[in-house]
């Protein structure tokens, strides 16, 4: 893991975040991916984090993931970024995974989690 923190959706709620966030620790420790790349590249120009090419490869880069994505995407977007939560719990690199999305539930998102075993923060 080479970064502390990504985030997966820079939209209004998680930009915001990341822009704290980047004010906080050095922003080269924050990785952003968003399907939006022109947002994405605007986003990490203002706030100095780095660019990842896809969901999975900002998972295998950080410990900690915030799930900045509407909550109508949220089951579609856990589902694409399994395949590589599951090789960093297979190794013991567990992520911890944080949840902005409204009217999901801790339960909801183990559901989507398929009983994979990660710490998970709901705010």
């Known amino acids: 893991?080479?970064?502390?923190?990504?985030?997966?959706?820079?939209?209004?709620?998680?930009?915001?975040?990341?822009?704290?966030?980047?004010?906080?620790?050095?922003?080269?420790?924050?990785?952003?991916?968003?399907?939006?790349?022109?947002?994405?590249?605007?986003?990490?120009?203002?706030?100095?984090?780095?660019?990842?090419?896809?969901?999975?490869?900002?998972?295998?880069?950080?410990?900690y993931v915030f799930l900045c994505v509407k909550p109508q995407v949220f089951a579609s977007v856990v589902a694409g970024l399994l395949p590589a939560l599951r090789e960093g719990a297979a190794c013991g690199e567990f992520r911890t995974l944080v949840s902005i999305a409204a009217g999901l539930q801790l339960s909801d998102i183990r559901t989507m989690l398929n009983g994979l075993p990660v710490p998970l923060i709901r705010i």
Do not use: W, Y
């Open 1 to 63: 893991m080479s970064h502390t923190i990504a985030f997966i959706g820079g939209g209004n709620m998680g930009g915001a975040i990341l822009r704290a966030v980047c004010r906080a620790i050095p922003p080269e420790q924050v990785l952003l991916f968003d399907t939006d790349r022109a947002k994405a590249e605007a986003l990490a120009a203002e706030t100095g984090c780095g660019l990842a090419p896809d969901g999975s490869a900002a998972v295998r880069a950080a410990r």
